[in-house]
């Protein structure tokens, strides 16, 4: 389960690191949701893994710590609401600016260079 | 347990909501509640600030929980000095926009006052979670108030701002969750406890924690790979906004203070003073960086954006070499420069609001109506801010270098301190005698009168300056006691073992 955990944290952060390396707001809003997922997974991880205990003292044998559940519950509210943020912002971006880039406006595109004509002697 | 300690909390909190229910109510009812909200955030920072002053250490525990169990306010001299600092700063910001910065926005003081609740719960805050809340708060708040005034100028700065923040949040949210992994505890006096006994493989996890917590509050304070995004960000905000972000990078030094020197401090095993060797070449760089945007920049509040820049460098170099002295001279500067920054943004809007198409830009215009007045305001915060004599930031500055042992670092931060000092003259002589003497023929055809709540906050805000000067003495007093009582961890930590109030008492 451990490897299972720590493999689908380090895909969700690679994926979203990745993403949100791109320059485009829809690539990055996307990228910032699945970092959100990984550090979420990774925060209630924190707190050990363990299969049928419960957070709440006196109900099972041993119990797992609650507290990282607390803070994960509490993450989890702020990443919605900022990615509610960011998505409306990017609306916005592109509404006001030419496209979707994070730039606001496309990257110098040097122009395709004229074909030169072959020179022959005839 | 002292009830005072939430006020800074609540008022805000109370005020605000009761902005967002009063969104269609008039204007004028607005400004007053929100401005009555605003004397009484002081009016509680005055108070808690006299509590603070006798050098005990309160808590306010929330549900009466033992710490390190539940969450806690925590008050001391730091904390109350950032909540003096954000306080005043804010007043007069909060005064300069109901002149009408405030418009075109229902929820622009509902904003503002969340923003004034995000800063405090920070810096009175007593656990690393509850600091990330604090952060996410004043962030969402600071979101909404860069966007204000609308533009499309500031999307783009905006969007920036708002992506970086998030993926600090991101990193912040896994460095609470590696110390956590390894001490069980978040409560930053549990923290201190806790820390020097770690051992064997949770250190270097630690370690990776405690580093890239440095990392998200370098975000915050803007120090050198991560400080691209401000210049842009704050210099395309409306003015107050500006003026009040200029705190908000003291958020992540106050962050930095806290962390570094209670929890990975000179007592902290084999984790102490973590990253602080790394901090003083960094902030040194920061600082040059910032004098040399500083001197390119083109417009006033580019050149006031920087300068936010350079005050991070010349807080974090004293800071890093940890002295007791240092100390306290970085948070006399510290004082100082938030104040004058602040002021420096609302002289550069007023001055923007008189040039008509030339705004601030640093180029040749019509003469400006009231420019005796306005070049007055800005020779003040200019000079205060370059850290010339006979204004608080030269008193800032030389006890920063009179703090330095004799060595390397003092070579080094004299060199780029004084260097820089004298360059930061010739960025604003430049921008000062192009934008007030070198001006063409006429007046332009309808400018914007100055009304008496601008001028007034604005006036007020740079006269801070020489309010500090005379009030040196009492000043650098506190700021001593403040680092004396930083450097004393153990008191810190007893406020593990204050006595809860019993329930039958």
């Known amino acids: 389960m451990e490897l299972v955990v720590a493999l689908v944290i380090g895909a969700l952060t690679a994926s979203g690191v990745y993403l949100i390396l791109r320059a485009r707001t829809f690539p990055v809003v996307v990228g910032l949701t699945l970092l959100s997922y990984g550090v979420n997974l990774f925060l209630f991880s924190s707190g050990r893994l363990a299969t049928g205990q419960q957070p709440v003292i006196g109900t099972a044998v041993s119990y797992s710590d609650p507290l990282p559940q607390a803070l994960v519950l509490t993450a989890i509210v702020i990443g919605f609401a900022m990615t509610a943020f960011v998505v409306v912002l990017s609306l916005r971006n592109l509404a006001d600016n030419e496209g979707d880039h994070v730039d606001g406006k496309q990257p110098y595109k040097s122009p395709a260079p004229e074909k030169e004509e072959e020179v022959t002697g005839k | 347990m002292n009830h005072w300690l939430t006020a800074p909390i609540l008022i805000p909190l109370l005020g605000g909501i009761l902005q967002v229910f009063m969104g269609y109510a008039p204007i004028s009812l607005r400004r007053t509640l929100a401005l009555a909200t605003t ?49 005043v700063l804010a007043l007069f910001c909060h005064i300069y926009s109901i002149g009408g910065a405030d418009e075109g926005n229902r929820q622009f003081h509902a904003l503002f006052l969340f923003q004034l ?258 070049s007055v305001l800005f020779l003040v915060g200019a000079v205060a801010a370059a850290g010339l004599p006979p204004l608080s930031g030269f008193f800032g500055k030389v006890l920063i270098l009179k703090s ?61 300056a020489v309010v500090m000067v005379v009030l040196a003495g009492p000043i650098t007093r506190y700021t001593d006691a403040t680092a004396a009582q930083l450097h004393n961890n153990d008191a810190y930590i007893e406020i593990l073992q204050t006595p809860m109030i019993r329930e039958d008492s």
């Open chain 2, 39 to 87: 004397v009484l955030i002081l009016v509680s920072a005055i108070v808690l600030l006299a509590l603070a002053d006798d050098g005990s250490y309160r808590i306010y525990a929330f549900g009466n929980w033992q710490p390190p169990f539940g969450i806690v306010l925590v008050l001391d001299r730091l904390a109350a000095l950032m909540l003096i600092v954000t306080a």
């Open chain 2, 117 to 374: 609740m995000g800063l405090n719960i920070a810096f009175l805050t007593g656990d690393l979670f509850n600091l990330f809340v604090a952060f996410e708060v004043l962030l969402i708040a600071s979101y909404g108030l860069l966007m204000h005034g609308g533009g499309t100028v500031r999307t783009v700065p905006g969007l920036h701002y708002v992506v970086l923040n998030l993926v600090g949040s991101a990193v912040f949210l896994i460095s609470v969750g590696m110390i956590y992994s390894v001490t069980g505890t978040l409560n930053m006096a549990d923290l201190a406890v806790k820390i020097p006994q770690v051992s064997g493989e949770g250190l270097s996890i630690v370690k990776a924690g405690g580093m890239m917590l440095l990392v998200v509050f370098g975000l915050k304070a803007a120090i050198l790979p991560l400080c691209f995004w401000l210049p842009r960000a704050y210099s395309k905000a409306t003015a107050p906004v500006a003026a009040l972000f200029a705190v908000m990078t003291k958020v992540g030094i106050y962050a930095i203070l806290r962390v570094y020197l209670l929890i990975f401090g000179d007592d902290a095993g084999e984790l102490a003073n973590l990253g602080m060797d790394w901090l003083f070449p960094i902030a040194l760089v920061t600082l040059a960086m910032g004098i040399i945007g500083a001197l390119g920049s083109g417009s006033l509040k580019t050149l006031v954006a920087w300068q936010v820049i350079i005050s991070v460098g010349t807080l974090l170099a004293p800071i890093a070499l940890g002295s007791e002295a240092g100390l306290s001279a970085a948070l006399f500067y510290l004082l100082s420069t938030t104040w004058t920054v602040g002021g420096l943004f609302l002289v550069s809007e007023l001055v923007s609001n008189q040039r008509g198409s030339a705004k601030d830009r640093i180029v040749t215009a019509p003469k400006m109506q009231n420019r005796t007045f306005l």
């Open chain 2, 404 to 464: 330095v042992e004799p060595g390397t670092e003092m070579a080094w931060l004299w060199s780029v301190l004084l260097i820089g000092s004298f360059l930061t003259v010739i960025a604003y002589s430049r921008a000062g005698s192009i934008v007030f003497w070198r001006t063409v023929d006429g007046h332009l055809e309808k400018p914007d009168p100055l009304n008496g709540r601008v001028s007034v906050a604005a006036g007020a805000l740079t006269a801070l």
